[in-house]
């Protein structure tokens, strides 16, 4: 069954873009199942940096298509903006790059509300990217939201954005003092994107399942990641969409008997962007220190990310909810410079020490980390393109984390590069799962 879903076992930020832009060279397809416009998966080619928020990481390979699946919220204003630029860069587009007519549609009202709701007081505050995902997500769970099929009938339109709009309208003018909005002026503006979106709709469920029965090599790509998760994350300081292996099968239409594989991604050590609980992070220097070594600021908004080391709490948990078949390891060279490094194996919350995940956040708030000290290699990874190429030291921790998190080591990646990558298991390079 040639289908991998590639998911982020982490807070997101943990370097999905190039390995799905990796294993994408031997895919026939690449598939977004969840998420929105506040992805930001960045992939480096010939030293050529290419940030990518709704377009699959397999546009980058020419013989790959590429599908936005119904699980995503499309944000009509940022998709066209991003295939503008792709093909400004010589990126062939057209006849490679497909959306599920199924697709919810992020209209500037969603973006006007998220970023309402973030400015109010009295709100909590997520740190949401503002991008529209949440309201997107509540209006299609709210039975209000408009799918890119939808586009096509504009009378049903107009009809589903006043039955939005009475609500939202009360919102926007009693409760933050925003503007208004009317149905009129927003299917104006739908109406005008819908010309150059339709193009792009195709029976994308169908387009999978053949190619499901055909034998063909199907790669699922999750955005965000295990621990923001609405189900499964550190509720509420999380997304709206189920960044974990389950969305992968309802945000494309192929059903979970057809996935082969589970890969999670994880960093060598841990960061998270936005509000929330996070028990590794270290204190304001090493923090500092790290984020500079690691490049961590946000591709989509440009955020500073906290910073920490592994947690291996949360990783053991990520294995179960995702049942992980590999992890990806990346960014294994940022820990090169370090003569010791440290790994979170339970939390401290009072008296107690937990080696589970708390499922609420209080108690996650209060736990503090119970951290083991492991030796560093203090010497460069990036050359390695073999597991026994890797320093002792580094070995030893890759295996320190198999053994912690109950997964095995798939894929290690030492440096942003294509090539700087090291495949242990060899399923993934042949697709044979
Ligand atoms: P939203 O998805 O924009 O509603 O943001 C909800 C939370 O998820 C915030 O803490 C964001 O910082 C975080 N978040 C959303 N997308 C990403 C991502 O792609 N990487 C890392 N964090 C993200």
Redesign the pocket.
């Known amino acids: 069954m040639p289908v991998l879903t590639v998911v ?1 076992a982490q ?3 943990e370097g999905k873009g190039k390995i799905v832009d990796l294993l994408a060279e031997q895919a026939d397809y690449v598939v977004r199942f969840q ?2 416009a ?4 960045e992939v480096v080619v010939g030293g050529q940096n290419y940030v990518l928020h709704l377009v699959p990481s397999g546009i980058l390979h020419p013989r790959t298509l590429n599908i936005v699946g119904n699980g995503v919220v499309l944000d009509p204003d940022s998709f066209l903006k991003e295939v503008g630029e792709l093909t400004a860069r010589g990126v062939k587009v057209k006849g490679r790059l497909f959306i599920s007519p199924r697709a919810h549609l992020t209209l500037p009202l969603h973006k006007a509300l ?1 970023a309402a709701r973030e400015g109010s007081k009295g709100q909590k505050t ?9 309201p997107t997500y509540m209006d299609k769970a709210g039975r209000v939201g408009l799918r890119l099929a939808d586009v096509a009938d504009p009378d049903y339109c107009l009809s589903q954005l006043k039955t939005s709009l009475q609500e939202k309208n009360v919102l926007f003018r009693h409760l933050y003092g925003a503007k208004t909005l009317t149905a009129r002026t927003l299917w104006k503006e739908i109406a005008r994107a819908a010309h150059d979106l339709l193009p792009y709709m195709a029976d994308t469920e169908g387009m999978l399942n053949a190619a499901w029965s055909s034998g063909k090599r199907v790669l699922l790509e999750g ?3 295990s621990l ?1 998760d609405i189900d499964f994350g550190t509720y509420p ?5 189920n960044a974990t292996a389950g969305g992968a099968a309802t945000g494309t239409g192929l059903g979970p008997t057809r996935i082969g594989y589970v890969l999670g991604v994880c960093k060598a050590y841990a960061t ?5 609980p996070f028990p590794s992070e270290l204190d304001p220097r090493r923090n500092q220190a790290l984020r500079e070594l690691g490049g961590e600021y ?4 440009g ?1 500073a ?1 906290r910073c920490g080391w592994i947690d291996l709490v949360a990783l053991r948990y990520a294995v179960q909810v995702n049942g992980l078949d590999g992890l990806a390891v990346t960014k294994l060279d940022v820990l090169d410079s370090f003569p010791e490094i440290e790994a979170c194996v339970a939390y401290r919350v009072g008296s107690r020490t937990l080696r589970h995940f708390p499922p609420t956040t209080a108690e996650l708030a209060r736990a503090k980390p119970v951290t083991v000290r492991l030796k560093g290699w203090a010497r460069a990874t990036t050359g390695a393109r073999t597991q026994a190429e890797l320093p002792k030291a580094a070995r030893d921790y890759l295996r320190f984390i198999e053994r912690e998190s109950g997964a095995k080591v798939a894929l290690v990646s030492v440096g942003a590069e294509r090539a700087r990558t090291i495949t242990v298991d060899p399923r993934l390079k042949g697709w044979r799962f």
Do not use: C, F, P
């Open positions: 982020g807070w997101g930020d998420g929105g506040n992805a930001g998966h998220d997520i740190g949401s990217t503002k991008r529209g995902i949440s955005a965000q990641g923001l300081y999380v997304t709206a969409s998270r962007v936005g509000e929330g946000g591709r989509t908004t955020r990310r």
